[in-house]
């Protein structure tokens, strides 16, 4: 693991940006490595605000299900950098091993020739190399950030593009207009080629509706083409030619539905649809590390008080707000907990939209530093911003400190729900610390 970090941190310096969206420095090494994008195995191409990774874990999970070697490429990694390849096998899919991705590595650095390439764009391009050399049935490929100019879009005929929710996030690379925004994810559409999209906001839709017209690419829209509900605690699936009843997805989350309906709409447009056993396995076996994950045993769920219900989301922007508010509002009707909020967010994010729909719901949050980032806002002013969504806030310099701080100072039967969210440098640092990370 040594070697494979040693690496990983040489590649960071290959250049002065972290981002830097472009296709021409990708497809330069593409062709070095005698172009690995031209022999993948057949493509499913995932773009999106939120739900991305959710709608991966599902897709993955019901390939699987039905016998097919599915590789995954995913971003960014929560613990170790070998979560964001994951290799098909006999046994179901394994992340990347440390020998085999050291390897990939360094051929991809040595036919780079050390010219300028940004760190995202070099791993992908050695995850590209590892999946045109390994035999697997089908590639979920998760874009990085945006679609159009993302390291990702040298695919040119993807089974099927898929857009989940899009909303506004990363303005500073994509726009600053949820139109702009849509406009850099329809990026990933290709001619004639199915394209699924998760229910979008009327501009959004305007959006996708003008791309697919112009590249004569089929859409299927949710709420429009396909849908689906909650009813009666089921999944109810339906589109122009069929209706499923499924279980609820092991995912907790209303916005699941979404993600698991966008998964079934994309293997049926694909032409993988094998039957509603697919579909059932997906929803029952689907697992995607801090996303509204229940922390139950560990490091950090021994430092809270006895009893409390700990949550771990890496969500951070107002939608993901909005959605984890609503879970909490479902929990709180359920079974009654003082709600508290453990937070810490990047300077990059809108803290205050993302805070404002737990106004009401929380009792009192704690603001952390964000470790592993450059970019983290400092607790105090994170505080600040908390007051101003309208949430009585107070800055601490660690998760370990807020959980010591709630065990001290606060009296309260039955113990406790903590939601620890804001970023998913802090999620990745909670497991971590927690000794839980993702396999």
């Not at 701080?405 to 990745?428: D, M, Q, V």
Request: some cysteine.
């Amino acid at each position: 693991m040594d070697h494979t970090n040693a690496i990983l941190e040489r590649l960071l310096t290959l250049h002065p940006k972290v981002i830097d969206l472009s296709l021409e420095r990708m497809e330069r090494l593409l062709a070095a490595l005698d172009h690995p994008e031209r022999r993948l195995p057949p493509t499913i191409h995932i773009a999106g605000t939120n739900g991305k990774g959710s709608t991966t874990a599902f897709l993955r999970a019901a390939l699987e299900a039905t016998g097919k070697g599915v590789h995954v490429y995913t971003s960014p990694h929560l613990v170790n950098f070998n979560e964001r390849i994951r290799l098909a096998g006999p046994d179901g899919g394994q992340l990347v091993d440390d020998e085999t991705l050291t390897d990939a590595l360094e051929r991809t650095e040595r036919a780079n020739a050390g010219e300028p390439i940004t760190f995202f764009e070099v791993t992908t391009a050695a995850a590209m190399l590892l999946f045109s050399e390994r035999p697997a049935d089908v590639l979920v490929l998760e874009t990085g950030l945006g679609g159009r100019l993302d390291a990702t879009n040298v695919v040119d005929a993807p089974l099927v593009s898929v857009l989940t929710p899009i909303g506004l996030d990363h303005q500073r690379f994509l726009g600053d207009t949820i139109e702009a925004i849509a406009g850099e994810k329809a990026g990933i559409i290709k001619p004639s080629r199915p394209v699924v999209s998760s229910p979008q906001i009327d501009p959004v839709t305007a959006v996708l509706e003008r791309a697919t017209a112009r590249a004569r690419a089929p859409l299927y829209l949710g709420g429009q083409d396909w849908s689906v509900i909650e009813e009666h605690g089921r999944l109810v699936y339906q589109d122009e030619t069929a209706l499923f009843d499924l279980p609820a997805p092991r995912l907790p989350g209303r916005h699941q539905f979404v993600n698991a309906g966008t998964a079934i709409a994309a293997l049926r447009a694909a032409g993988l649809w094998e039957g509603l056993h697919q579909a059932e396995r997906a929803l029952e076996t689907a697992d995607w590390p801090a996303r509204l994950q229940r922390l139950t045993r560990g490091r950090i769920v021994d430092a809270a008080m006895p009893g409390a219900e700990i949550w771990l989301d890496g969500g951070h922007n107002p939608d993901a707000g909005e959605a984890l508010a609503a879970h909490m509002a479902d929990l709180e009707d359920r079974v009654s907990r003082p709600l508290f909020l453990i937070t810490g967010m990047l300077s990059t994010k809108d803290a205050v939209g993302f805070l404002q729909p737990f106004a009401g719901l929380v009792r009192h949050a704690f603001t952390v530093p964000v470790f592993g980032s450059e970019v983290g806002v400092e607790p105090g002013p994170l505080a600040d911003m908390a007051e101003a969504a309208g949430i009585s806030a107070e800055p601490v310099s660690s998760v370990k400190t807020a959980l010591r701080l709630l065990s001290e100072s606060w009296r309260f039967e039955p113990p406790p729900r903590i939601l620890i969210c804001g970023s998913l440098y802090l999620a990745g640092d909670v497991l971590s610390q927690n000794g839980t990370p993702p396999t």
